[in-house]
C-alpha cells in the first residue's frame, strides 16, 4: 500500500505562487508516475501534470497552465512537488496527487491506484 500525503496548499492572490508537495510512504517500490490533478467546485477532477521516474513530464494539453506550473521529484524522498507561479483564480481547485507503478498519462485519470486526500488552492483576484 502507498500513502500520499499532500501540503502546501492556502490561500493567495492571483500573480502570486505556490509550491505544493507530496509526500510518499510505504510500499514506494517503482512508483513511475506521479502526477498533480485539480478539482473546481462543480467540475470534474482534471490532470495538471506528471512525472515519471526518469523525470521526464508531461503536461495538461490545455494553455491554462503550461509555463507557469511546473512539476518535479525527487525519488530518494520519495516527494513530487508542483510549483505554481502567476496563479489566477481560475486555478482554485482542490489539488490532489496521485501515483501508479505504471507508466500512465493524464487522460489515464481514472487508472491511479493511489490518491491523497488532496490541498485547498484559493486565489482571489
Known amino acids: 500500500q502507498v500513502h500520499l500525503v499532500e501540503s502546501g496548499g492556502g490561500s493567495v492572490q492571483a500573480g502570486g505562487s505556490l509550491r505544493l508537495s507530496c509526500a510518499a510512504s510505504?510500499?514506494?517500490?517503482?512508483?513511475?508516475?506521479m502526477a498533480w490533478f485539480r478539482q473546481a467546485p462543480g467540475k470534474e477532477r482534471e490532470g495538471v501534470a506528471a512525472?515519471?521516474?526518469?523525470?521526464?513530464?508531461?503536461?495538461a494539453d490545455s494553455d491554462s497552465v503550461k509555463g507557469r506550473f511546473t512539476i518535479s521529484r525527487d525519488n530518494s524522498k520519495n516527494t513530487v512537488w508542483l510549483q505554481m507561479t502567476s496563479l489566477k483564480p481560475e486555478d482554485t481547485a482542490m489539488y490532489y496527487c496521485a501515483a501508479d507503478r505504471r507508466i500512465l498519462g493524464l487522460p489515464s485519470r481514472d487508472m491511479f491506484n493511489y490518491w491523497g486526500q488532496g490541498t485547498q488552492v484559493t486565489v482571489s483576484s
Open positions: 512525472i515519471y521516474n526518469d523525470s521526464s513530464t508531461n503536461y
Open positions: 510505504g510500499d514506494t517500490y517503482s512508483l513511475n508516475t
